[in-house]
């Protein structure tokens, strides 16, 4: 139980007690619907979740969004297509994240200070992007999970406000509404933005290798760009993240003319830096090494070190290559990596005095100046306390212990390291007055050694949340864990996981009841439209196409025909005596001839003949890539197959139909439209007609 309530508590703090990173996002437009997918991510908490504080600059017509990310006073901005310009002709290290408007528009209004604007009037730019995220290349690789987590939680804001448009208006009405919009106008902004956002059923936000290439040639044709051909897949970001880390050519050469990397560790320096029983060199440090090597194929070699002074003058001497893990040391020439763990410090106390006030605290530490910080803060705490400075930690548990000490000011993970290793139950931690400052630890290089410094920098930011939590959890102390249960603790620990469950099986029913109710209406609109469309194409009595159809795509076949010089023929039929049929047996029976007139065309026709009900009782098909032998043999098939079997109305009524056929094929060079090949086939019926019915007349 104790080892399952210790895992759970692991867990909740490390998902929960995550610093915050502050990113600056310079959106492209005031507070409107143009911005509501980042909107949403920050209200609905999406960014929170994965560690972000966004800071949202609303639109200023004083300030340049591609300028405020080059220059890093924003580290995310929204532009339009001169992103892309910039980036192709003046090779500005823009990384394209996420396109929203897949094309541009002149029918999008941006309301700005209650005064309409178009877009982009320009019908030369529609087909390439707009409203694009960017940051730069430089920011992803030193920053790479910022800009991951950044990019889903702005992905899944998006999503979000299109498919809770209201929600999304209410929001922005009632908490960004720096223009005084109507609602109507965030709605109709909403419906127009979706209709760009969502073309030819592309992802949303995706961009195209091509489409940029295409823009670049485009460029080069205004003299906008100068002749080149990089891989314009490198421009965006989910072309980068296929790849595990890109590594430029220096940091590539690097790789490969350093066959050892060594790296200098302290080696009694407990979590992250120590030797073992065996003499191995484990901690949190060995192991992020290992990750660091898999990822970039450096072999290293380690070097071990009594304190941190003698490991800096290694590296001052160029003894080892990498230094770690250290915090930040004043005046020392070190280029320091992206922090691996911070320390957290407590004041130790013995169980005997925990209610006792504290008079005598005693501080752990080496660096005098950090000392001496430690010791002015913790008198402002605790006006009359005395300090005493501890540099070996078995004196300074052992004071403890005989109540020497009331505290101890010291690292935790050195602390409970000893508690474990000694067994001691008497010594709990307890926190200071107000919260003490955190050290935080890096890995370093010497300055002057920068392309080292950015490879390990892109292997670190390279570590999944998977393999960093596996490592937290492995070389994280464990809690001081009394023999008496805490069963207050307990009890909530146990709700805390209940209330966890329910929201996250309320969460799962919910969606699956909305997955259900949204598969139904897909189904359902699927289907209508199959209607609709049936409707706009077809004849509904017979259900072949009607003429309207049947005219359209007799254009499309012509225009491949004479392109391919293939041979085109079109037959026109007309039922014989119609009118007497109707007038003998009725319209029910002549409605029943019609239908079986049509099932017998298509049960003797090809797939690519195309069919159609031209008239009341008149029928039209085309018929591609067939000569005029060919479908003269066609059309006496047609004849013979109307003429018999006779037709059945009921069980005691049957009917015998004859059909007149007139038939002619396309002049390639002559005939330029289609409608010159109609008018000769209905002459050609009408020839039929006259000589007698029931027979098919050729008209060349």
Not at 323 to 341: E, L, M, N, R
Not at 564 to 587: L, P, Q, R
Not at 674 to 689: G, H, P, S, T
Request: aromatic share 10%.
């Amino acid at each position: 139980m104790a080892k399952i309530l210790s895992s759970v508590i692991l867990l909740i703090s490390f998902l929960f007690s995550q610093d915050l990173t502050t990113v600056t996002l310079q959106l492209a437009h005031k507070y409107q619907f143009q911005s509501a997918g980042y909107i949403i991510a920050k209200e609905k908490g999406f960014y929170r979740y994965r560690g972000l504080d966004v800071d949202l600059k609303e639109y200023d017509s004083n300030v340049n969004a591609e300028e405020e990310v080059l220059q890093g006073s924003a580290q995310f901005g929204v532009g339009g297509d001169t992103v892309i310009q910039q980036r192709i002709a003046e090779q500005k290290p823009f990384l394209l994240l996420f396109a929203l408007c897949q094309k541009k528009s002149d029918a999008l209004q941006k309301i700005n200070n209650n005064s309409k604007e178009f877009i982009n009037t320009n019908s030369t730019k529609k087909n390439i992007y707009d409203d694009i995220l960017f940051t730069t290349e430089d920011f992803f690789n030193n920053n790479t999970r910022t800009v991951d987590a950044f990019y889903e939680a702005t992905v899944l804001g998006w999503n979000y406000a299109f498919k809770h448009i209201d929600e999304t208006v209410e929001i922005i009405y009632k908490n960004y509404n720096t223009q005084n919009l109507t609602k109507k106008n965030l709605k109709y902004e909403a419906k127009e933005l979706k209709k760009l956002a969502f073309v030819q059923q592309t992802k949303l936000g995706s961009i195209n290798p091509q489409k940029i290439e295409n823009f670049a040639k485009s460029l080069k044709l205004q003299n906008l760009s100068e002749e080149q051909t990089p891989d314009y897949s490198s421009y965006i970001y989910e072309q980068h993240k296929k790849d595990k880390i890109r590594f430029y050519p220096d940091e590539k050469r690097y790789i490969e003319t350093h066959s050892v990397v060594y790296v200098g560790v302290l080696e009694n320096y407990y979590p992250f830096d120590t030797i073992d029983s065996q003499g191995k060199h484990v901690g949190l440090f060995h192991d992020i090494l290992s990750i660091i090597s898999k990822y970039t194929k450096l072999n290293m070699e380690f070097k071990y070190f009594k304190n941190i002074s003698a490991l800096t003058k290694a590296l001052e001497k160029k003894d080892v290559d990498i230094i770690g893990v250290i915090p930040k040391i004043s005046g020392a020439d070190i280029s320091y990596t992206p922090s691996f763990s911070k320390v957290h410090e407590y004041l130790f106390v013995n169980d005997k005095n925990r209610k006792k006030e504290l008079k005598n605290i005693g501080i752990l530490g080496y660096n005098l100046e950090k000392i001496n910080n430690k010791k002015n803060l913790i008198k402002s705490l605790y006006h009359t306390v005395d300090i005493k400075i501890y540099k070996d930690i078995k004196h300074a548990i052992k004071e403890l212990q005989d109540k020497n000490l009331d505290a101890l000011y010291a690292p935790e993970y050195l602390m409970l390291n000893e508690i474990e290793k000694k067994h001691l139950e008497n010594i709990d931690f307890t926190y200071p007055k107000q919260s003490l400052p955190e050290e935080y630890l890096f890995a370093g290089t010497l300055s002057t050694n920068d392309v080292l410094k950015k490879i390990i920098t892109k292997a670190i930011n390279s570590i999944t949340l998977e393999e960093s939590y596996e490592l937290q959890t492995k070389w994280t102390p464990r809690p001081i864990v009394k023999k008496k249960n805490n069963w207050t603790l307990i009890i909530q620990i146990v709700v805390l996981i209940m209330i966890i469950a329910i929201m996250i099986i309320y969460k799962q029913v919910s969606m699956a009841k909305a997955n259900k109710k949204l598969k139904l209406q897909e189904k359902k609109l699927l289907k209508t439209q199959q209607i609709l469309l049936e409707q706009v194409q077809k004849d509904p009595l017979t259900k072949l196409y009607n003429r309207r159809y049947f005219a359209d795509v007799s254009k499309d076949i012509l225009s491949i025909a004479k392109r391919e010089k293939s041979a085109i023929c079109v037959i026109m039929a007309d039922i014989d005596d119609f009118k007497v049929v109707n007038d003998t047996y009725g319209h029910l029976a002549g409605d029943k001839v019609l239908k079986e007139i049509s099932r017998r065309l298509r049960s003797i026709s090809r797939e690519s003949d195309i069919i159609a009900r031209y008239g009341g009782e008149e029928f039209i098909i085309l018929i591609p890539n067939t000569e005029l032998d060919g479908a003269q043999q066609f059309a006496e098939k047609i004849r013979a197959t109307i003429a018999y079997p006779p037709f059945k109305i009921d069980d005691k009524l049957s009917i015998r139909v004859t059909i007149s056929i007139g038939l002619t094929h396309m002049h390639i060079e002559e005939d330029t439209t289609i409608e010159n090949i109609f008018i000769r086939a209905d002459k050609a019926l009408y020839e039929a007609k006259n000589s007698g019915k029931n027979r098919v007349f050729v008209m060349l």
